[in-house]
């Protein structure tokens, strides 16, 4: 039996909701396919800062570097200041473990309505490659006079040969292993004159070496419009840290909620642990009710297994969630009545063969 070990950081809001949702599916899918997943949780983040005043130890990477894969909730909490939340605990991460490709795939599940008219499963199925590890959050900047009228705050984005290089050429591996072979750089090269542009010549580079993958360029702005009104157009995106991030964002609603979007933070080199997590986000005004849409981390689980070369686990794990989604067991954010509970029995349920999880799941427990 192979084992992998995993560090859970639930964090915050709905993050332990969900992580507890996805290490039962794990554990049940690891019953059906001979797998075992030493699960280790870790308490960081805005309990952790309140009681410490830092949202992770000092050793936290240290602490993280034996396991195979993080599997990561969410960060956020009202009373505590957002960047505090983010550079103390998720990107410290990100850049330690230099995760430097951020992968986001997009695609409408059965059973779950786009508010897109007229769309439908396989009109929207999209990879979205995230540059993880400089750009607009590479955290260079500072504040000076503070407080004074005078006071001035710089945010520097930073863009390097080396970063955007990797990432393009990671964006367009991705894209020659889908089927369409296409890919769509995202810019903003005709305002930023200096780190888009370089963006840009690197595209252009990188893609002599993929004569077999089609690619064109849009605008950040326009791309918006693009995704909106010509889905089907999209296949593979690739995107500065911060538009992949937003454009992410906008691709989980087109596809009918961030509830079921997921995302893998990547180490392309396997020097150290990669993290997975849903992108919803701590979701605080629905913490503690039961209905937080599991389905986000259950995605994330297949990305994890996928990463850690267990192809076979992470197609049961996918093809169990859209039988259940497709059944009509939904979370209030996708329409449905289900609880995080029903959809997580649901799924179990599912891995395990069962052609009735549909008629039973509310009524397991």
């Known amino acids: 039996m192979r084992t992998y070990k995993i560090a859970a950081i639930p964090a915050?809001?709905?993050?332990?909701?969900?992580?507890?949702?996805?290490?039962?599916?794990?554990?049940?899918?690891?019953?059906?396919?001979?797998?075992?997943?030493?699960?280790?949780?870790?308490?960081?983040?805005?309990?952790?800062?309140?009681?410490?005043?830092?949202?992770?130890?000092?050793?936290?990477?240290?602490?993280?570097?034996?396991?195979?894969?993080?599997?990561?909730?969410?960060?956020?909490?009202?009373?505590?200041?957002?960047?505090?939340?983010?550079?103390?605990?998720r990107l410290p991460i990100c850049q330690g473990f230099d995760q430097y490709a951020n992968v986001r795939p997009t695609?409408?599940?059965?059973?779950?309505?786009?508010?897109?008219?007229?769309?439908?499963?396989?009109?929207?199925?999209?990879?979205?490659?995230?540059?993880?590890?400089?750009?607009e959050y590479a955290g260079n900047g500072g504040r000076t006079h503070r407080g004074m009228p005078e006071e001035v705050a710089t945010e520097v984005a930073i863009f390097t040969r080396t970063g955007v290089t990797r990432i393009m050429r990671y964006a367009f591996e991705m894209a020659r292993s889908r089927p369409r072979k296409l890919l769509t750089v995202v810019t903003k090269s005709n305002a930023q004159r200096f780190g888009m542009v370089m963006w840009d010549e690197i595209a252009a580079e990188v893609a002599q070496e993929f004569p077999d993958v089609t690619w064109d360029k849009m605008?950040?702005?326009?791309?918006?419009?693009?995704?909106?009104?010509?889905?089907?157009?999209?296949?593979?995106?690739?995107?500065?840290?911060?538009?992949?991030?937003i454009l992410s964002d906008l691709a989980g609603a087109l596809a009918g909620s961030l509830g079921v979007a997921p995302t893998a933070n990547i180490d392309p080199e396997g020097r150290f642990p990669s993290m997975f997590e849903p992108i919803h986000g701590s979701a605080f005004d629905i913490t503690g009710k039961g209905i937080a849409n599991p389905v986000a981390t259950f995605w994330t689980a297949a990305q994890m297994l996928d990463h850690l070369g267990e192809a076979k686990a992470a197609s049961r794990l996918m093809s169990a969630v859209e039988r259940v989604c497709e059944a009509?067991?939904?979370?209030?954010?996708?329409?449905?009545?289900?609880?995080?509970?029903?959809?997580?029995?649901?799924?179990?349920?599912?891995?395990?063969?069962?052609?009735?999880?549909?008629?039973?799941?509310?009524?397991?427990?």
């Open 219 to 245: 605008l950040v702005d326009a791309m918006t419009v693009r995704m909106t009104l010509k889905p089907q157009s999209l296949d593979t995106i690739v995107a500065t840290n911060l538009h992949a991030d």
């Open 107 to 135: 695609k409408i599940i059965p059973g779950v309505t786009s508010p897109l008219r007229n769309l439908g499963v396989g009109d929207l199925d999209w990879m979205i490659i995230r540059e993880n590890s400089e750009g």
């Open 12 to 89: 915050d809001g709905i993050g332990p909701e969900v992580i507890d949702a996805g290490a039962q599916v794990l554990a049940a899918l690891g019953a059906e396919q001979g797998l075992a997943f030493d699960v280790t949780t870790f308490d960081w983040g805005s309990d952790y800062y309140r009681k410490n005043g830092t949202m992770m130890p000092e050793d936290g990477l240290e602490q993280l570097k034996p396991f195979d894969a993080i599997y990561f909730g969410a960060v956020g909490a009202p009373d505590v200041p957002d960047h505090i939340t983010l550079w103390g605990l």
């Open 328 to 365: 009509g067991i939904l979370t209030p954010d996708v329409g449905g009545t289900s609880t995080t509970r029903d959809v997580t029995e649901a799924v179990v349920q599912a891995i395990r063969g069962s052609n009735t999880f549909g008629e039973s799941a509310a009524d397991a427990g």
